[in-house]
């Protein structure tokens, strides 16, 4: 069984910076491995923020984020990060952490239905 502890959620006003971590607890491997960050905002569907591939470090991120996201991971600490530059206010919502082995080359990394294993997830909000 695999525990995922989130953490570094909170308040900032838009064009701030906030990094998230998330400690992974139990049996994983690290091929095949991914893990990532989704969010859901209230009243939406949850959605696929980034997610990284444990193994290679391969990285998938959603459309509204790239380029102001970034997914990192430190397999010594089963940890990982995501700093996220730019906040807007569209930003608000609770973000979770999954993990999940995944098949390479496949297409559903982002795709929230995909992960086995969440976290309990932490706000992010972003004032404007």
């Known amino acids: 069984q695999v525990q995922l502890v989130e953490s570094g959620g909170g308040s900032v006003q838009a064009g701030g910076s906030l990094r998230l971590s998330c400690a992974a607890f139990?049996?994983?491997?690290?091929?095949?491995?991914?893990m990532g960050w989704f969010r859901q905002a209230p009243g939406k569907e949850r959605e696929g923020v980034a997610v990284i591939d444990t193994g290679y470090g391969s990285t998938y991120y959603g459309d509204s984020v790239k380029g102001r996201f970034t997914i990192s991971r430190d397999n010594a600490k089963n940890t990982v990060y995501l700093q996220m530059n730019s906040l807007k206010p569209e930003d608000t919502a609770m973000y979770y952490c999954?993990?999940?082995?995944?098949?390479?080359?496949?297409?559903?990394?982002?795709?929230?239905?995909?992960?086995?294993?969440w976290g309990q997830g932490t706000q992010v909000t972003i004032s404007s």
């Open positions: 139990g049996y994983i491997y690290s091929s095949n491995y991914y």
């Open positions: 999954a993990a999940a082995h995944l098949p390479y080359g496949g297409s559903k990394y982002l795709v929230p239905g995909s992960y086995n294993y």
